[in-house]
Nanobody
Framework: QVQVVESGGGSVQAGGSLRLSCAASGFTYWRACITWFRQAPGKEREEVASIYTGSSTYYAESVKGRFTLSHDNAKNTVYLQMNSLKPEDTAMYYC????????????????WGQGTQVTVSS
């Protein structure tokens, strides 16, 4: 069964850090695109960061320089290190996967995690 499971969300003050994990099962992440999306209340789900075949990465402008993707082959897990967090980063964060190129379009992703909440207070 192909699935991804997120963990690592929480509440922090502005300027703090969190690390989100996306554990993949039923497939190997380095043969797929793994994308972190986020959705704040009343807003559309947006692409935050993506990694394709374990190497090629993309970051949204709003998080570039603050968020970093990494991965652990042995654990089949992709991480999103989030530093210098801002209140506007508050959202539900979702990990999603698809075979093939990263597109950033939610409709292209067939496998989604349940989401993990990130709350940043000022």
């Amino acid at each position: 069964q192909v699935q991804v499971v997120e963990s690592g969300g929480g509440s922090v003050q502005a300027g703090g850090s969190l690390r989100l994990s996306c554990a993949a099962s039923g497939f190997t992440y380095w043969r797929a695109c793994i994308t972190w999306f986020r959705q704040a209340p009343g807003k559309e789900r947006e692409e935050v960061a993506s990694i394709y075949t374990g190497s090629s990465t993309y970051y949204a402008e709003s998080v570039k320089g603050r968020f970093t993707l990494s991965h652990d082959n042995a654990k089949n897990t992709v991480y999103l290190q989030m530093n210098s967090l801002k209140p506007e980063d508050t959202a539900m964060y979702y990990c999603a996967s698809r075979l093939g190129l990263c597109t950033g379009r939610t409709l292209d992703f067939g496998t989604w995690g349940q989401g993990t909440q990130v709350t940043v207070s000022s």
